[in-house]
């Protein structure tokens, strides 16, 4: 474990023994369960920034424009 940081993290009863469950049928530690959970966490934020990034040059509407063009076309 050498580089690794130790931390305290407070959990849930019921979501402490549910990863001891996964632990013990899939062979992990729940360290192994935790930092795969927060890697997959972290892998998402930075697909959601990408795609909020390539979509900032767009141009946007007002939203009461939006619902102004919905009433016009009878859907509202």
């Not at 966490?41 to 900032?56: C, G, Q, T, Y």
Request: charged share 35%; glycine share 2%.
């Amino acid at each position: 474990m050498a580089g690794e940081t130790r931390m305290t993290v407070y959990l849930q009863p019921k979501i402490y023994r549910a990863l001891k469950v996964k632990s013990a049928t899939t062979d992990r530690s729940v360290s192994e369960i935790i930092n795969a959970a927060v890697i997959e966490a972290l892998r998402e934020d930075a697909v959601d920034l990408e795609a909020f990034d390539k979509r900032s040059k767009e141009s946007t509407r007002p939203f009461d424009q939006i619902l102004k063009d919905l009433r016009r076309d009878g859907l509202l």
